[in-house]
């Protein structure tokens, strides 16, 4: 039974793994697309390529191996919300009254409006009809079950972290509260998130110090790519036409990385569908490239004003997965002209002098 069972796991493993039907590239909807396959003259090269990502150490079980591809929320075990900052700023919360619509079907994403005046106006009614106390723990609850609608954190952890927040309010902010409860959700909301963030990197870099978290070959590259915006105008693209969704500073910089003689093939990463680093967090590079000499380069490109937090993570990630993948594998983060002052980051004159040295 045990052999019979791992063969079917080994099976339903190597169907999970290709990546040549995954919903942009083939199947009922692919075959309705314009399929740009990989250039003939790559395909034997690149069928073989595994790109490295990193994976959980699990404990072998009946129905696979000790390795699980390593998604952000397995970093957040253990978070809570106890003991935790509860400052938060409400600058832009104001006094206009606004609608929640959750939409019953697909993913539950909140859709803000104004509320029409006669709805503003009997909630505002209500509330100045309760006494202090319980007009405050109606708003708790209201900011509650707008933060925790997926109920992603315990009930009583987020009405004790809300509380907290509400405690330390001024006056006009407890005022503002009663007519914009989305705006001071959304804040809070934020604040969790930077939060789980901060916890979720912390736990990524102790673990991988400590041998649970692992780089391994991992990603194929699927054989078609079906994007409906596409350009085959850019020589040395990996696909007989790549996506098509560049702003200008990314199209300089890859007109600069396709000048190169040492530059074999290039790819646009397609956001979302296409390679990930994941991570504390999942980021999708810009691109990646493979040049002659056989190394791998993801490429970030950001614009000289985008040098924020995001781009520090991103840019960390990066980094580790550069360490861990092995010598044949970089990641750079460019900017147009902007230094950044991290490690890994360039600006494009500086980096064009490395990936001529690759």
């Known amino acids: 039974m045990v ?3 791992t063969t ?3 099976s339903y493993n190597a169907a999970l793994n290709d990546t040549s039907d995954m919903g942009f590239t083939g199947g009922e909807l692919g075959e309705m697309l314009t399929q740009n396959a990989i ?18 150490r699990s404990v072998p079980d009946l129905f696979g191996g000790e390795f699980e591809l390593l998604e952000p929320e397995n970093l957040s ?37 104004r509320a029409d005046a006669e709805t503003s106006e009997y909630i505002r009614s209500y509330l100045a009809q309760l006494p202090p106390e319980q007009k405050i723990q109606r708003c708790i609850n209201m900011i509650c079950a707008q933060i925790n609608r997926n109920n992603r954190y315990a009930a009583s952890e987020i009405n004790d ?38 916890y979720r990197e912390d736990k990524f ?70 390679f990930r680093l994941n991570g504390f967090i999942n980021h999708y590079p810009d691109f990646m490239v493979m040049t002659k000499s056989g190394k791998l380069v993801l490429i970030e490109y950001k614009g000289d004003d ?7 993570r991103k840019l960390k990630l990066g980094r580790w997965w550069q360490m ?22 360039y600006t494009m004159d500086q980096f064009m002098e490395i990936m001529r040295e690759l």
């Open 3 to 5: 052999s019979e069972a």
């Open 8 to 10: 079917q796991a080994e």
């Open 39 to 56: 250039q003939a003259y790559l395909s034997d090269e690149v069928s073989g390529l595994r790109v490295p990502q990193f994976f959980l």
């Open 77 to 113: 075990d253990g978070f809570s919300l106890a003991g935790q900052d509860a400052r938060v700023r409400f600058e832009l919360a104001t006094g206009e009254m606004y609608r929640v619509d959750v939409a019953e079907k697909g993913e539950a994403v909140p859709k803000y409006r």
């Open 161 to 198: 972290y809300v509380r907290r927040i509400v405690g330390g309010m001024t006056e006009d902010e407890l005022s503002a509260m009663e007519t914009a409860i989305p705006t001071y959700a959304r804040k809070i909301e934020e604040k969790i998130k930077t939060l789980e963030d901060a």
């Open 205 to 274: 870099g102790r673990w991988l110090d400590s041998g649970k978290i692992v780089c391994r070959d991992s990603y194929m590259l699927p054989k078609v790519i079906t994007p409906a915006d596409t350009t085959d105008s850019i020589p040395k693209s990996l696909y007989e036409a790549e996506k098509d969704d560049m702003n200008g500073g990314e199209h300089e910089l890859l007109d600069a990385i396709v000048g190169l003689d040492n530059v074999k093939w290039w790819h646009r990463i397609i956001e979302r569908k296409g």
């Open 306 to 312: 985008r040098d924020n937090s995001d781009s520090e």
């Open 324 to 345: 861990k993948a092995g010598d044949n594998y970089r990641y750079f983060m460019v900017f147009k002209n902007r230094e950044f002052g991290i490690d890994g980051a």
